[in-house]
C-alpha cells in the first residue's frame, strides 16, 4: 500500500509518503522554497517524497489531504450568518479566495498533481480525512502504545479545535470535541498577538517570554483573574467558552478587539519594535498558566473517557513545550507521546497514516517501547559529490574527514573554544526543530554563548533561550528528568545541584536585568526559570550526532551541546548543503560541518551578500 499526504493551502505546506505501514519521507514545503510557513502546493516536497520511495504519483493507491474543504467552508458561512451583520468586510474579502480556489480543491489537487505527471483518469483514490482525524492519526499511528488516548489541540479545523480519541489497534474513535470559535489555541495566539509576536510563528516567542514572568506576583494574579473572569470560561473538563466581545477573529481581520483588551488589561498593544517590559512578561506567564491548567485538565478527561494509560499529542498546541512537561509531571498518564511535527505540517503525515489503517484497514507495525517516527529523520539527504560541487561554485576551501571519530574529535575541540559550529548532516529533520542535522551548535559552558548565538547568528531577541542535547544516558545528571525526550518537546528544570544562588530581588528585576546572572553550570542553556527544553540524542537514530556529544564529553566531561536551528531570523531550516553554506558565510557562525567536510570562515572567499538575507526573508 502506497499513500501520500498533503497538507496545504493555509500554512506548513507539507507531503508524507507511508509504504506499507512505513514511513519512508516526509518534508515540509518550505524547506525547498526558502519561504517560511509556505501555504503554497507542496509540490517540491511530493516530488522528493516520491522520488525518496522511487514512485511516481501514478503507482500510488491513495492521495490524501489533510482536511475537509467544504466542512471548512460550512464552518466560515455559519461563523458569519451568526454574526451577521457584523463582520461583512471580511466576508466580501474572503469568499472571492474560497469560491475560487478552496471550494474547488479537488481540481485544484488534480491540476497541480498533473504538473508531476500525475493521470487524472487513474482509479487512484484520493480522500479528505477530517482536520483533527489527520491529527490523531499522526500521533497514534507511530506511537509505541497498542492503547492510547489522543489529544489534539490547536487553532481550528473544520469545525473542531480540540479533540478527545481513543486509539486503539487500527482503530481512532472521537470520544469528544470542543468546537469553533471557542479554542485554546486561538485563545493563545490572541497573546501572540497582543503581546507584539506575529500569529501561527510567533507563539513559541510567546512561550519563551512567560518565564520573564513574576511568579505569584499580585500583577499576574490580576491578569489570570482576568483572562478567567472576562475572556474564558474554563470548564472542569478542559473545555472553554470565549467571551467574543473581545475577540475579532470570527468575523474581523484582527485576533482582538484592541480597544477592549487595552481597557482589560491596562496598557496598549505592543507592537514589534516596542520594548518588553514587566507587563508584557507577566501577560505572557499569565496566559501560559491558564493554557497550562487547561491542558491538564483535557488530558484529565482524556483519561477518563478512555480508561488508557497513555496518551498521544498533537495539534499547534501540543508544541507547548513547557506544558507538555508540567502534564508529564501530574502521572495522569504513564507514558506520553507528541508528534514531533505536531502542527499543520503533521497533518500531511497523519492524513496518510488514517488512511492506511482506517480506509483500507492495514494492520499497524507497533515497536514496543519505541516510535516510527526514526528520530523524525524523514527529509532529504546529500552526497559527498554535492558538497564537492557546492565548494567548486562557491570556490570554497574546506578539509576532508575520512574517518568519524577524528572528525568528532576536531569538532569537540572547536567547540570547547568557544566556536559556533554549522552541523549538517544525514536526512534533515520533519517538524519545527532540528534535532541534530540541520543544527548550530556551541559549548554550554560558555557564559557568551547565548548572546553571541542570538546576536550575531540567529539576529534574534536576546531574551530568546537555547536548548541542550544531552546523551540519553546522561540527562538525569543534569535535569530533574529521567526519561526520553528525542523530539525538544519537554520542558524540565535543571537538579538542584547545579543551579547557583541569585539575588534575594532576582523576580524583580526586569528582563534584560535577569540575563545577567549566571543560573547553573551550564548558563546558555539555562532558562530564567532553571529550566531548559531538553534534546535526548540516541545512538540508534542519530549516531554521528551521539558520536560528536561523546567526543564533548571525553574532553570537557559534559555530554551537553547547545542545540539550534540552522538558519537566520526569518529564515527556513536549511535543507540541502548550499543553503548551509550561504546561511554560514551571511553569519558570524566560526566553522561549518557538512558530513565530513568542515569548512574554516577564515579560510573562504569574501561573502559579498552578507547582509542581504535581511532583505530576502520577511522576520518573524
Known amino acids: 500500500m502506497k499513500i501520500l499526504g498533503i497538507s496545504a493551502f493555509y500554512h506548513d505546506s507539507a507531503a508524507a509518503l507511508v509504504v506499507d505501514g512505513n514511513i519512508l519521507a516526509a518534508a515540509q514545503e518550505e524547506r525547498f522554497t526558502r519561504k517560511k510557513h509556505d501555504a503554497t502546493f507542496p509540490s517540491h516536497a511530493i516530488a522528493y517524497c516520491l522520488q525518496y520511495g522511487g514512485y511516481s504519483l501514478n503507482e500510488l493507491d491513495a492521495i490524501v489531504f489533510y482536511d475537509k474543504p ?43 498533481l498533473g504538473k508531476l505527471g500525475y493521470d487524472s483518469k487513474s482509479d487512484i483514490k484520493v480522500l479528505f480525512p477530517e482536520h483533527h482525524l489527520s491529527h490523531a492519526a499522526s500521533a497514534f499511528y507511530p506511537s509505541p502504545f497498542a492503547k492510547a488516548a489522543v489529544l489534539t489541540v490547536d487553532g481550528v479545523g473544520e469545525w473542531a479545535t480540540a479533540s478527545i480519541c481513543l486509539g486503539e489497534g487500527e482503530g481512532l474513535t472521537v470520544l469528544k470535541e470542543l468546537h469553533y470559535p471557542h479554542s485554546l489555541g486561538l485563545l493563545y495566539s490572541a497573546f501572540t498577538y497582543f503581546l507584539g509576536f506575529k500569529v501561527n510563528s510567533g507563539e513559541y516567542k510567546l512561550m ?31 473545555s472553554l467558552w470565549l467571551n467574543q466581545k473581545y475577540f475579532d477573529y470570527a468575523t474581523g481581520l484582527k485576533m482582538v478587539n484592541e480597544a477592549r483588551w487595552e481597557g482589560l488589561f491596562g496598557f496598549k498593544l505592543r507592537r514589534p519594535e516596542d520594548p518588553l517590559e514587566r507587563q508584557h512578561c507577566n501577560l505572557g506567564l499569565a496566559i501560559q498558566q491558564v493554557t497550562e491548567e487547561a491542558v491538564i485538565r483535557m488530558s484529565k478527561e482524556a483519561q477518563r473517557l478512555s480508561g488508557a494509560e497513555n496518551l498521544c499529542l498533537a495539534g499547534g498546541v501540543a508544541l507547548n513545550c513547557v506544558s507538555n512537561g508540567k502534564l508529564q509531571k501530574t502521572g495522569i498518564f504513564n507514558q506520553i507521546f507528541i508528534q514531533p511535527a505536531a502542527g499543520d505540517a503533521g497533518g500531511a ?32 539527504c546529500f552526497s559527498d559529490l554535492e558538497v564537492k560541487l557546492m565548494s567548486k561554485k562557491y570556490k570554497a576551501v ?9 572528525l568528532t574529535a576536531s569538532v569537540a575541540q572547536l567547540l570547547a573554544r568557544g566556536q559556533v559550529i554549522g552541523w549538517v548532516q544525514g536526512r534533515m529533520e520533519f ?7 540541520r543544527s548550530i551548535l556551541g559549548d554550554p559552558r560558555n557564559t557568551e554563548m547565548q548572546k553571541k548565538l ?4 540567529k539576529y534574534r531577541e536576546s531574551f530568546r533561550p537555547f536548548a541542550p542535547s544531552v546523551l540519553a544516558e546522561d540527562v538525569g545528571l543534569f535535569f530533574e528528568y529521567e526519561g526520553d525526550s528525542p523530539y525538544m518537546l519537554l520542558v524540565h528544570p535543571f537538579k538542584e545541584n547545579r543551579r547557583m544562588a541569585l539575588p534575594a530581588n532576582y523576580t524583580d528585576l526586569d528582563l534584560r536585568e535577569k540575563l545577567y546572572y549566571q543560573r547553573s553550570d551550564l548558563p546558555s542553556i539555562t532558562h530564567v526559570d532553571f529550566s531548559a527544553r531538553i534534546q535526548t540524542v540516541h545512538q540508534e537514530t542519530n549516531p554521528r ?70 532583505q530576502e526573508f520577511v522576520l518573524d
Not at 466576508?91 to 488534480?110: C, G, H, T
Not at 574546506?398 to 577524528?406: I, K, V
Not at 542570538?454 to 547568528?457: C, D, H, R
Request: aromatic letters at 14%; glycine letters at 8%.
Open 70 to 112: 467544504l466542512l471548512k467552508f460550512e464552518r466560515i458561512l455559519e461563523s458569519y450568518y451568526a454574526f451577521a451583520p457584523k463582520g461583512l468586510r471580511s466576508f466580501l474579502l474572503s469568499m472571492p479566495v474560497w469560491i475560487k480556489e478552496k471550494l474547488f480543491l479537488k481540481r485544484i489537487l488534480r491540476v497541480e
Open 208 to 238: 519563551g517570554l512567560a518565564p520573564y514572568g513574576q511568579p505569584d506576583s499580585e500583577e499576574v494574579k490580576r491578569f489570570e483573574e482576568i483572562i478567567l473572569t472576562e475572556l474564558i470560561d474554563l470548564k472542569p473538563d478542559g
Open 349 to 380: 503525515l497523519g492524513a496518510a497514516l488514517a488512511a492506511e489503517h482506517i480506509y483500507f484497514s492495514q494492520p499497524r507495525k507497533i515497536k514496543p517501547g519505541r516510535d516510527s517516527m526514526q528520530g523524525a529523520y524523514l527529509g532529504p
Open 398 to 406: 574546506f578539509q576532508y574527514f575520512s574517518h568519524l571519530p577524528e
Open 431 to 437: 517538524g519545527p526543530r532540528a534535532l541534530g542535522c
Open 454 to 457: 542570538n546576536l550575531k547568528i
Open 545 to 614: 550526532y551521539y558520536e560528536l556529544l561523546q567526543a564533548f564529553k571525553e574532553l570537557t566531561g559534559y555530554g551537553v551541546l547547545v542545540n539550534t536551528s540552522f538558519n537566520v531570523r526569518g529564515e527556513p531550516i536549511v535543507c540541502s548543503p548550499e543553503d548551509a553554506y550561504r546561511c554560514f558565510m551571511r553569519t558570524e557562525m566560526d566553522y561549518l560541518v557538512i558530513g565530513d567536510f568542515l569548512f574554516d570562515k577564515r579560510d573562504q572567499p569574501q561573502w559579498k551578500e552578507k547582509d542581504h538575507w535581511q
